[in-house]
Nanobody, 123 residues
Framework: QVQLVESGGGLVQAGGSLRLSCAASGRTFSAYAMGWFRQAPGKEREFVAAITWRGGSTYYADSVKGRFTISRHSAKNTGYLQMNMLKPEDTALYYC????????????????WGRGTQVTVSS
C-alpha cells in the first residue's frame, strides 16, 4: 500500500503560481510512476502531468505544457507540481496518484490516489 497526501492548494489570482506537494508513505514510492490529475465541478477527472519512477521522463497535458512542471524527490518520498501562469480554467481539485504499468495519461494506470487539494484561480 502507498498512502498519498496532497497539500499546497489554495486561492490565487490569474497569472499567479502555486506549488502542490504529494507526500507518500507505505511502500517504496520511488518504485512507482507519479501522476497528477484534476477534476473540476461537473467535469470528468483529467490527466495533468506524470513522471516516471526514476524521474527521467515527464509527460504533460497540452493545456498545461509550458506552465506546469512535475518533479519528485525520491529520498523525501515527495512529488511536486509547480504551477505557473495559472488561469481560471485551472480551477479544480488536484489529485496525485502512484502507479506502475500502463499509459501515464490514463487514470486506470494508477493504483493509489490521494484525496486531493483544491486549487481556485480567480480572474
Amino acid at each position: 500500500q502507498v498512502q498519498l497526501v496532497e497539500s499546497g492548494g489554495g486561492l490565487v489570482q490569474a497569472g499567479g503560481s502555486l506549488r502542490l506537494s504529494c507526500a507518500a508513505s507505505g511502500r517504496t514510492f520511488s518504485a512507482y510512476a507519479m501522476g497528477w490529475f484534476r477534476q473540476a465541478p461537473g467535469k470528468e477527472r483529467e490527466f495533468v502531468a506524470a513522471i516516471t519512477w526514476r524521474g527521467g521522463s515527464t509527460y504533460y497535458a497540452d493545456s498545461v505544457k509550458g506552465r506546469f512542471t512535475i518533479s519528485r524527490h525520491s529520498a523525501k518520498n515527495t512529488g511536486y507540481l509547480q504551477m505557473n501562469m495559472l488561469k481560471p480554467e485551472d480551477t479544480a481539485l488536484y489529485y496525485c496518484a502512484a502507479g506502475r504499468a500502463g499509459s501515464y495519461y490514463s487514470a486506470t494506470t494508477y493504483d493509489y490516489w490521494g484525496r486531493g487539494t483544491q486549487v481556485t484561480v480567480s480572474s
